[in-house]
């Protein structure tokens, strides 16, 4: 803000805030005449604020519309008259039409003269446009024409008619559009006549306006002209859209709310009519209509039975539920599967086993998809929840797939006793769904039986799912000791050797000492898969309070894939610790690059160094760059460590740059003459 533009907003300040006279807003008025695009906005909105503190004082808002006027001078920009203009609209009077009529008269102007004008309430604006009309042409005269159709201005008809004719189409479009808005008996002839001409290139126009004329008329209590004019424009040479909008208008004008010509539609061939019929089904207040247009349903064309299914769907009443229901087995897929959705949205209980017995057979990804939605919709809660229960034990097993999905969705927790059972099925695809539901469902309580039915399972490829939702269930008790206490109360039962790996993989979700006590005693137990199983579990703990058993495995592993689990686990938790470096952290690398092996080793340990941001972690991977199989994974780890600390550390951070710098070569003696 420059200092004349601070100079101008603090005297309209001091202005504002004295006893409002006319001289008083003249600072506004020069500073709002300049506004533009991009510039500051003060002024606008001081006159706003203004105008909304002048509703219950008259005075005040005479001053107002009288600095408007002034913004509506030449010398203002295009914005501060648009913004005026968009003010008069709202509290301007017979005192602003002469400023007005100037703009109407410029065609960069007409268009903000006719947003002010189009919702004065004075009478006296309509002679303001019809004066301003006789001379105006080009884009000008289109907007004062439509202005005066909006305004409903019947004294403009006249003229209107007259353009209504005009060769350019354009001309005689806005005319006409008008006129349908006007739509008082002389423009209702002039557009009569032009039906009656038929014009191709007006012909869409005409019938809109009629279509209007036709509400205009309906509105007043004049039903008998709407009506004709409505089945004038039913005629199959009008376009399509015209006499779909006449039949919808039918429709309400008649006092069954066109239930006959509904039901003479459909019966009808008229296939472009029959979608319009029955999508208004679904809005007769006829108590009978839902029962009378059910049985219409096995008689109509699979397209147009889809679109009564809907219809009927709608009015939501039990009348339309059989016939409905038995389009669930219908040979066409888009029927049935319109029925399925139907179904869905209206019923309950009562309809499990209508769409349970729909799953078998051939049928699409997507048709059975629909099935799914339409059981997890179903109405009347755990009712409903119980009759899906029902339907599990005795559904084949791709149905009980999706039934114990079906569950889940509804969060149907009572269905927990017969999903634990699917889980002990053999079919690998029931367990697995089985499992996923438990998962979603369990709550703490049911901890327990989740960890028996993981330990007896039978389904062997369903142990990852099984174990998944036993770690979701212990995520829902809240006390690490009581995880703990239910595994191990579990693992003293156990004597399958399956079950008891997967109890041992469940402890990094307790994650407390008792815990990874249990670990350790596992990694040395007589079994080799019990052993195996323990390292697998430490290597995911969540802290590092395991640190010391997995670099015990590091340093005497009893397999080389144990040592790389172990190794693995070990990188993580270091890794875990890089946000806050220490020198303890430095200490864990060092011992992480102490056990390495191989290339391999080291490459994954440096990935997690990069990331240390501590001067200390360039002494451990500098001596690494003369080993040449990792030369590219230490450069990159010194670049990323001394970035990271050059703020801090500049000095080491540039040494170990140029440690990078290749050696330069010795330049050969010259040559003597």
């Known amino acids: 803000m420059n200092h004349r533009t601070s100079v101008l907003l603090a005297a309209i300040g001091i202005a504002l805030a004295l006893p409002l006279q006319a001289a008083d807003l003249s600072p506004l008025i020069d500073a709002a005449a300049k506004y533009e695009s991009g510039q500051s906005v003060e002024p606008l909105r001081k006159f706003e604020q203004l105008l909304r503190d002048s509703a219950a004082t008259p005075a005040l808002r005479a001053e107002l519309e009288a600095a408007m006027i002034k913004l509506l001078a030449p010398g203002a920009t295009f914005e501060a008259r648009r913004f005026a203009c968009q003010q008069l609209a709202a509290i301007g009077t017979d005192a602003s039409l002469p400023a007005l009529a100037e703009l109407l008269k410029k065609e960069e102007t007409v268009g903000i003269a006719c947003l002010a004008l189009g919702v004065y309430p004075s009478a006296k604006v309509n002679g303001v446009l019809r004066t301003a009309l006789a001379s105006a042409g080009g884009r000008a005269r289109l907007q004062i024409v439509t202005t005066l159709g909006n305004r409903r201005d019947t004294e403009a008809v006249k003229s209107l008619s007259e353009m209504a004719r005009d060769n350019d189409a354009l001309v005689a479009s806005t005319a006409i559009v008008a006129l349908g808005k006007i739509a008082n008996e002389p423009a209702r002839k002039v557009i009569a006549g032009l039906r009656k001409e038929a014009k191709p290139a007006l012909a869409r126009i005409v019938a809109d306006a009629s279509l209007r004329v036709a509400e205009t008329l309906a509105a007043t209590g004049d039903s008998k002209g709407a009506t004709a004019i409505c089945e004038e424009l039913l005629q199959p040479a009008q376009p399509d859209n015209i006499r779909r909008g006449a039949f919808g208008a039918l429709l309400r004008l008649e006092k069954d709310d066109g239930e006959q010509r509904i039901l003479n539609a459909i019966h009808g061939s008229d296939a472009k009519l029959k979608p319009v019929a029955i999508a208004a089904i679904g809005s007769l207040k006829s108590r009978d209509a839902s029962k009378k247009f059910a049985a219409e349903l096995s008689k109509l064309q699979p397209c147009e039975q889809v679109c009564m299914i809907e219809a009927l769907a709608s009015r939501g009443d039990e009348a339309v539920c059989a016939a409905i229901n038995a389009q669930?087995?219908?040979?066409?897929?888009?029927?049935?599967?319109?029925?399925?959705?139907?179904?869905?949205?209206?019923?309950?209980?009562?309809?499990?086993?209508?769409?349970?017995?729909?799953?078998?057979?051939?049928?699409?990804?997507?048709?059975?998809?629909?099935?799914?939605?339409?059981?997890?919709?179903?109405?009347?809660?755990?009712?409903?929840?119980?009759?899906?229960?029902?339907?599990?034990?005795?559904?084949?097993?791709?149905?009980?797939?999706?039934?114990?999905?079906?569950?889940?969705?509804?969060?149907?927790?009572?269905?927990?006793?017969?999903?634990?059972?699917?889980?002990?099925?053999?079919?690998?695809?029931?367990?697995?769904?089985?499992?996923?539901?438990?998962?979603?469902?369990?709550?703490?309580?049911?901890?327990?039986?989740?960890?028996?039915?993981?330990?007896?399972?039978?389904?062997?490829?369903?142990?990852?799912?099984?174990?998944?939702?036993?770690?979701?269930?212990?995520?829902?008790?809240?006390?690490?000791?009581?995880?703990?206490?239910?595994?191990?109360?579990?693992?003293?039962?156990?004597?399958?050797?399956?079950?008891?790996?997967?109890?041992?993989?469940?402890?990094?979700?307790?994650?407390?000492?008792?815990?990874?006590?249990?670990?350790?005693?596992?990694?040395?137990?007589?079994?080799?898969?019990?052993?195996?199983?323990?390292?697998?579990?430490?290597?995911?703990?969540?802290?590092?309070?395991?640190?010391?058993?997995?670099?015990?495995?590091?340093?005497?592993?009893?397999?080389?894939?144990?040592?790389?689990?172990?190794?693995?686990?070990?990188?993580?938790?270091?890794?875990?610790?890089?946000?806050?470096?220490?020198?303890?952290?430095?200490?864990?690398?060092?011992?992480?690059?102490?056990?390495?092996?191989?290339?391999?080793?080291?490459?994954?340990?440096?990935?997690?160094?990069?990331?240390?941001?501590?001067?200390?972690?360039?002494?451990?991977?500098?001596?690494?760059?003369?080993?040449?199989?990792?030369?590219?994974?230490?450069?990159?780890?010194?670049?990323?460590?001394?970035?990271?600390?050059?703020?801090?550390?500049?000095?080491?951070?540039?040494?170990?740059?140029?440690?990078?710098?290749?050696?330069?070569?010795?330049?050969?003696?010259?040559?003597?003459?």
Request: proline fraction near 6%; hydrophobic fraction near 50%.
């Open 328 to 673: 669930v087995s219908a040979a066409d897929v888009a029927v049935r599967r319109a029925a399925i959705a139907a179904v869905g949205r209206l019923e309950g209980a009562s309809a499990v086993p209508l769409l349970v017995g729909a799953m078998p057979g051939e049928k699409s990804p997507e048709e059975l998809q629909d099935i799914e939605t339409a059981l997890v919709g179903l109405r009347g809660g755990s009712a409903t929840d119980q009759a899906i229960v029902a339907e599990l034990k005795p559904s084949p097993a791709e149905s009980k797939v999706r039934l114990c999905s079906v569950l889940a969705r509804r969060g149907a927790h009572v269905a927990m006793p017969a999903l634990l059972t699917e889980a002990s099925a053999f079919d690998v695809a029931t367990a697995q769904a089985a499992f996923q539901a438990v998962g979603k469902l369990a709550t703490a309580d049911d901890l327990p039986a989740v960890l028996e039915r993981l330990v007896g399972m039978s389904a062997d490829d369903a142990r990852s799912d099984a174990e998944s939702a036993a770690v979701r269930t212990m995520q829902r008790v809240t006390d690490p000791g009581r995880r703990t206490d239910a595994v191990m109360a579990r693992m003293a039962k156990c004597s399958d050797l399956e079950g008891r790996c997967s109890l041992l993989r469940l402890l990094p979700s307790a994650g407390d000492a008792k815990a990874l006590a249990e670990l350790k005693a596992a990694c040395a137990d007589k079994e080799a898969r019990i052993r195996a199983a323990a390292v697998r579990s430490l290597a995911t703990w969540p802290n590092v309070a395991a640190w010391d058993m997995l670099m015990a495995v590091c340093r005497q592993p009893e397999t080389d894939t144990l040592r790389v689990i172990a190794l693995r686990g070990l990188v993580r938790l270091a890794g875990d610790l890089n946000a806050k470096p220490d020198v303890a952290l430095i200490d864990r690398y060092r011992q992480l690059l102490a056990v390495a092996r191989n290339a391999d080793d080291r490459k994954l340990i440096l990935g997690a160094l990069a990331g240390v941001a501590h001067p200390d972690a360039l002494k451990l991977v500098l001596p690494l760059l003369s080993n040449p199989n990792i030369r590219a994974e230490t450069e990159l780890a010194v670049k990323k460590i001394a970035t990271a600390v050059k703020a801090q550390h500049p000095e080491a951070a540039r040494d170990a740059l140029q440690r990078l710098q290749p050696p330069k070569k010795s330049q050969p003696p010259a040559k003597k003459k």
